[in-house]
T-cell receptor, first 119, second 116 residues
Framework: EAGVVQSPRYKIIEKKQPVAFWCNPISGHNTLYWYRQNLGQGPELLIR????????DSQLPKDRFSAERLKGVDSTLKIQPAELGDSAVYLC?????????????????FGEGSRLTVL | AQSVAQPEDQVNVAEGNPLTVKCTYSVSGNPYLFWYVQYPNRGLQFLLK??????LVKGSYGFEAEFNKSQTSFHLKKPSALVSDSALYFCAVRDMKRYNNNDMRFGAGTRLTVKP
């Protein structure tokens, strides 16, 4: 079974430029998460989707960040314009929706991450 | 809201010795608790979880963790450390009472270094 796929793995841009990250979750996983991980820190949730609906975007900086999951499968996270403080690893994770998969008890499955460096 | 604390930024241990990585949690209801490991330039890999039942849970690569409700702790352990265990370890919690509508909260991480 294929895992969560993210691209690009690495991205270097100058400040004020736009950037986009793509995520393909595990097949059948209805819940998709975007986390940001700053250097030396734990992941922090940016947005959570149930199918195509963003059910928790309270931590997403909406002035410059946007996300979409149009068909309830792949998702894109965009930053425009990027700032120096946006340098981080952006992690995508997926899981089955609660109660949809027998025996699943809450663990998330992560992609390899997209490392953003803003110069 | 739920939260996790990992009191040690770094843990150093000699190969072959037992290791412990500490974690304490705070939730309003009963917790789902998890440990993940992260190797350099990689995503987080699931190690083990506590949902209910036996307080000692076993996971991947010989790791185990002990749930202690009175101390609100979920320490990660391994009887004999390997150099290849050197990585960043994250404890995480979900509130089972609000499982259908809450996210997973992570600690800041503990860097484990196992020396030959």
């Amino acid at each position: 079974e294929a895992g969560v796929v993210q691209s690009p793995r690495y991205k270097i841009i100058e400040k004020k430029q736009p950037v986009a990250f793509w995520c393909n979750p595990i097949s059948g996983h209805n819940t998709l998460y975007w986390y940001r991980q700053n250097l030396g820190q734990g992941p922090e949730l940016l947005i959570r989707y149930e199918n195509e609906e963003a059910v928790d975007d309270s931590q997403l900086p909406k002035d410059r960040f946007s996300a979409e999951r149009l068909k309830g499968v792949d998702s894109t996270l965009k930053i425009q314009p990027a700032e120096l403080g946006d340098s981080a690893v952006y992690l995508c994770a997926s899981s089955p929706s609660p109660g949809t998969v027998h025996g699943h008890t809450g663990e998330l499955f992560f992609g390899e991450g997209s490392r953003l460096t803003v110069l | 809201a739920q939260s996790v604390a990992q009191p040690e930024d770094q843990v150093n241990v000699a190969e072959g010795n037992p290791l412990t990585v500490k974690c304490t949690y705070s939730v309003s209801g009963n917790p789902y608790l998890f440990w993940y490991v992260q190797y350099p330039n990689r995503g987080l890999q699931f190690l083990l979880k506590y949902i209910t039942g036996d307080n000692l849970v076993k996971g991947s690569y010989g790791f185990e963790a002990e749930f202690n409700k009175s101390q609100t702790s979920f320490h990660l352990k391994k009887p004999s450390a390997l150099v290849s265990d050197s990585a960043l370890y994250f404890c995480a919690v979900r509130d089972m009472k609000r499982y259908n509508n809450n996210d997973m909260r992570f600690g800041a991480g503990t860097r484990l270094t196992v020396k030959p």
